[in-house]
């Protein structure tokens, strides 16, 4: 089935640095990918929409200088989230639409980005 | 828009029992729902979808019922088992978009 990779699992960063999580579509390709954010005992709310060869599209009130997404290939996301800050701190999730019929969503295993 | 959201955000059941997890939803054209289940650190993963020309549908220990009438939906696990602790979502395609919109969720906490 399909399979997306999500690396690192888990990233500690102090406060100020940039840090980068990836999202790869294994065995498929995706022009577009998903990013969701999901805070301690909430759901997951989407981020931004990664499109493959073009701008990425950010859900209001996702400031898009500090979470750069850059989808250079079609097998590939990245979530750069710069100049961490506590309040960055949470886990995120990268999904990828297969495009089928029955939108054949399939998640990352996510990223707990932890800022101190 | 679309809303969609659990009524339960915890609930705890009997090893063996089975377990109900609820959902409603506000879009009546909403046509097409999906449950993931969600282990702790874990992304979301795939239980079953339904589409709303249909009012149930079935997979392995698992059922999800859809009244279109009320605007509900739930999941039902039969002989719930420790592994089946985790939070569970209801989802749906965001109006207008390909992303997917996810309810609140429900902690599931399976008693041994």
């Known amino acids: 089935g399909a399979v997306v990779s999500q690396h690192p699992s888990w990233v500690i960063c102090k406060s100020g640095t940039s840090v980068k999580i990836e999202c790869r579509s294994l065995?498929?390709?995706?022009?577009?990918m998903f990013w969701y954010r999901q805070f301690p005992k909430q759901s997951l709310m989407l981020m931004a929409t990664?499109?493959?060869?073009?701008?990425?599209?950010?859900e209001q009130g996702v400031e898009k200088d500090k979470f750069l997404i850059n989808h250079a290939s079609l097998t590939l996301s990245t979530l750069t989230v710069t100049s961490a800050h506590p309040e960055d701190s949470s886990f995120y999730i990268c999904?990828?639409?297969?495009?089928?019929?029955?939108?054949?969503?399939?998640f990352g295993s996510g990223t707990r980005l932890t800022v101190v | 828009g679309e809303s969609v959201g659990l009524h339960l955000p915890t609930l705890s059941v009997q090893e063996g029992d089975n377990s109900i997890i609820n959902c409603a939803y506000s879009?009546?054209?909403?046509?097409?729902f999906i449950w993931y289940k969600q282990e702790s650190g874990k992304g979301p993963q795939f239980i079953i979808d339904?589409?709303?020309?249909?009012d149930k549908r079935q997979g392995q220990r698992v059922t999800v019922l859809l009244n279109k009438t009320v605007k509900h939906l739930s999941l039902q696990i039969a002989a719930t088992q420790p592994g089946d602790s985790a939070v569970y979502f209801c989802?749906?395609?965001?109006?207008?978009?390909?992303?997917?919109?996810f309810g609140t969720g429900t902690r599931l906490t399976v008693i041994p």
């Open positions: 999904s990828a639409n297969r495009g089928l019929a029955n939108y054949g969503y399939t």
């Open positions: 065995d498929f390709q995706a022009t577009t």
């Open positions: 990664s499109n493959e060869g073009s701008k990425a599209t950010y």
């Open positions: 879009n009546s054209a909403s046509d097409y």
């Open positions: 339904i589409r709303s020309n249909m």
């Open positions: 989802a749906e395609p965001k109006a207008g978009a390909n992303n997917l919109f």
